[in-house]
């Protein structure tokens, strides 16, 4: 079976592992540590490395799964605009394209248009964009991902008496495929 991998760096991973292991066409999520390089942010587009974060790692169907439903369902979990460790980094020069333009249509969500209905250009320097957010996603190549030891893979499953910060029962019921 061909497969293909993504990973996802953000505050809740242990979370996000929790979720993503029960999503159709996902056939594996180890939680770890993500170094990635060629980084650059919807915000700071000087940012060139990120060395040691948290993150999963998804291995899935391209079959079964799409990349882009895989992202929506870390933008539903983490807030694009007030995580900022929250990341997705590819390993195939044949992502980068799909990954890009997802997080450029969440990084201009909201935003107003740029053409009237006049067809007139608009670029008026005067005008506040004062419900513009800031997307804070940060995109890349993977550099090289460290599997965290068996004991904190499928943690949460393991200790269900722990509280979350995510209502892992609530959300999974949420999501349709």
Do not use: W
């Not at 980094?89 to 107003?112: C, M, T, W």
Request: net charge neutral.
């Amino acid at each position: 079976m061909y497969t293909k991998r993504i990973y996802f760096s953000g505050e809740f991973v242990r979370e996000l592992q929790e979720i993503f292991s029960e999503v159709p066409g996902v056939v594996n999520v180890l939680v770890g540590k993500i170094s990635a390089r060629n980084v650059h942010s919807c915000v700071n587009p000087e940012l060139q490395t990120l060395e040691n974060v948290a993150g999963i790692e998804i291995e899935f169907n391209p079959k079964r799964m799409d990349l882009s439903m895989l992202m929506d369902i870390l933008f539903n979990v983490l807030n694009p605009y007030a995580d900022k460790n929250l990341g997705v980094f590819y390993s195939g020069g044949e992502d980068e394209p799909q990954v890009e333009l997802h997080v450029n249509f969440i990084a201009n969500r909201g935003k107003e248009p740029v053409v009237s209905k006049a067809c007139l250009t608009i670029n008026d320097p005067n005008i506040e964009q004062k419900f513009s957010r800031k997307c804070l996603v940060k995109v890349g190549r993977i550099k090289n991902f460290i599997a965290a030891p068996e004991v904190e893979q499928h943690f949460l499953r393991n200790h269900p008496e722990i509280q979350t910060a995510v209502d892992l029962t609530k959300f999974k019921a949420s999501i349709r495929f």
